[in-house]
């Protein structure tokens, strides 16, 4: 395997922690971009929605990069109500200043959307469906990621750019902490952990995929570049799950009862079931989840607990 060089904007949160730490492990040289302060001769401080500070970021001698991951963004369907004006700066003007630099760098991108732009379809969830089907994505979030992705195939089309869009699917475990915008995993955790009320929707079913698996299928896609493809990438369909079970699983690791949640009926604005296919993945990425939720709640658990004490 050739070592490359390789930029990861967004590297320090959750899936660009993990990522980092498997990209190294495999050899590569890995620079990281982040909107906050921090150590390390490889680290560059960047805000991707100003154009000033992306194009600073390739400035130099030494930033040539071989690939890119982009994974800055902002995070999450009531996050992009709340802070929506964050939401569209980031996620589509700070993609847009990433591709310009990338139609003069010429390096290869990978592009993180996500599943959720899917939206409204209740079919199974196989990646030509968006271009076949018309989809009413259902909050900013998805809407964002979908005008990354046409942004993204624009300058394909125009300027010869070569990127592969990843769409991941509920990924969790170590370095996600917790906070309203962020999944239900993590938020379950940690309002168990400190005897905190939560509510459990019913009817609703996710596959979710422990973020070390997901990480090891990203970092395949410097083997296995192939420009213009778009991947579903997340845990096995037999894991499909309602989020009842997932309350459960992290009750029953914390020897806590059920006492203090709400069980309602299905959350509004929200996909009742999404049946992914990841066919794709498997083929061309050797995409290869090992980890069920039985198995990685408890990793995640043990990482919640590093920084949040529990009562």
């Known amino acids: 395997m050739e070592t490359q060089k390789i930029l990861v904007t967004g590297g320090k949160g959750f899936i660009g922690t993990n990522l980092v730490s498997e990209l190294e492990q495999r ?3 890995v620079w990281v971009c982040d909107i906050g302060q921090s150590e390390g001769e490889k680290y560059i401080r960047c805000d991707v929605g100003k154009y000033r500070q992306v194009e600073r970021m390739f400035d130099g001698a030494n930033r040539d990069f071989n690939y890119v991951y982009h994974l800055a963004a902002e995070y999450g369907r009531w996050n992009g109500e709340d802070y929506y004006e964050n939401l569209w700066m980031t996620n589509t003007i700070g993609t847009k200043n990433m591709l310009r630099i990338q139609e003069k760098k ?10 959720e732009v899917y939206g409204d379809y209740e079919g199974r969830m196989s990646e030509d469906v968006m271009d076949t089907i018309p989809i009413k994505q259902m909050n900013d979030y998805a809407m964002t990621k ?7 195939l624009n300058s394909a089309e125009m300027f010869g750019t070569e990127t592969v869009r990843v769409r991941p699917v509920n990924a969790y475990g170590p370095h996600e902490p917790s906070s309203p915008y962020r ?30 698996d997901t990480c090891r299928t990203f970092a ?28 459960d699983i992290i009750l029953e690791c914390l020897g806590k009862d059920d006492s203090l949640v709400t069980y309602k009926e299905g959350e509004p604005f929200t996909t009742k079931v999404k049946h992914m296919d990841f066919s794709k993945a498997v083929k061309d990425l050797k995409h290869d989840p090992k980890v069920p939720i039985v ?17």
């Open 27 to 29: 050899g590569h040289e």
């Open 106 to 115: 010429k390096f290869k991108m990978i592009f993180f959307s996500s599943a």
């Open 146 to 152: 979908w005008v990354g992705e046409m942004q993204v």
């Open 183 to 212: 999944g239900v995993i993590p938020m379950f955790i940690y309002r168990a952990l400190h005897d905190l009320p939560y509510t459990v929707y019913g009817g609703h079913k996710r596959i979710f995929d422990y973020v070390e």
């Open 220 to 247: 395949n896609i410097v083997d296995n570049f192939i420009p213009g493809e778009v991947y579903n990438v997340g845990g096995r369909p037999e894991w499909e799950t309602d989020i009842k079970r997932v309350s």
């Open 295 to 311: 198995e990685g709640i408890p990793k995640a658990i043990e990482w919640m607990k590093s920084i949040y004490p529990s009562r």
